[in-house]
């Protein structure tokens, strides 16, 4: 089974509607991200998490809501959904209290969205 | 800001010959940089790391990356290129401090290796 689980994997989409991805971990890591990926515009961040209590945004947070479930767990919602939030998104988790800790991410296999 | 910058979107190289794909950055402080390979339909591999020491860092899958910091470059190398090689590098530097702790990617580079 894969460390970091993002479902659904693929999902279609209209206009207007609420989405949400999901992503649980299973490496015990503090640290959670969700990413979005464009083509030519490699990976911007969305959100960030240091743990159940921290949520901070990233780069491009509008238009996006997040929320940490647990420990192991952030939910990524779109609210109204909108064409150029068309995209592949990846979650990734990263582990603070280790000694070592060097910023490494460990990433999802990633969410298709395409909104019509 | 921390910045990396990839200004090659695509690496053609054939099977055999070595490959080189360019990273440049722009930090503040010591960088932290990063390898990171995506093959289709998968999320992305870490394969490399540098944080202090040698220049010259090996990685996974015999990749390695020179750090430059005259140049600030941090370019990823391998002496010989497999058609298993061909997948999207992503070049990565870490922008931590108060109250952030993140990766700051490239656009990527898709290297190409042909028979």
């Known amino acids: 089974d894969a460390d970091v689980t993002q479902t659904p994997r693929n999902r279609i989409t209209k206009t207007g509607k609420r989405i949400m991805l999901e992503c649980s971990q299973t490496k015990g890591h503090d640290r959670m991200y969700w990413y979005r990926q464009d083509p030519g515009l490699g990976l911007r961040l969305i959100y960030y998490s240091f743990d159940v209590k921290d949520i901070n945004k990233g780069e491009i947070s509008d238009g996006y809501s997040v929320s940490r479930q647990a420990q192991a767990k952030f939910s990524l919602s779109l609210e109204s959904a909108i064409p150029n939030q068309t995209a592949l998104y990846f979650c990734a988790t990263s582990d603070l209290h280790t000694g070592l800790n060097t910023g490494e991410l460990f990433f999802g296999e990633g969410s298709r969205l395409t909104v019509l | 800001a921390q910045s990396v910058a990839q200004p090659e979107d695509q690496v053609n190289v054939a099977e055999g010959n070595p490959l080189t794909v360019k990273c440049t950055y722009s930090v503040s402080g010591n960088p932290y940089l990063f390898w990171y390979v995506q093959y289709p339909n998968r999320g992305l591999q870490f394969l490399l790391k540098?944080?202090?020491?040698?220049?010259l860092v090996k990685g996974s899958y015999g990749f390695e990356a020179e750090f430059n910091k005259s140049q600030t470059s941090f370019h990823l190398k391998k002496p010989s290129a497999l058609v298993s090689d061909s997948a999207l590098y992503f070049c990565?530097?870490?922008?931590?401090?108060?109250?952030?702790?993140?990766?700051?990617f490239g656009t990527g580079t898709r290297l190409q290796v042909f028979p």
């Open positions: 990565a530097v870490r922008d931590s401090g108060h109250n952030t702790d993140k990766l700051i």
């Open positions: 540098y944080i202090t020491g040698d220049n």
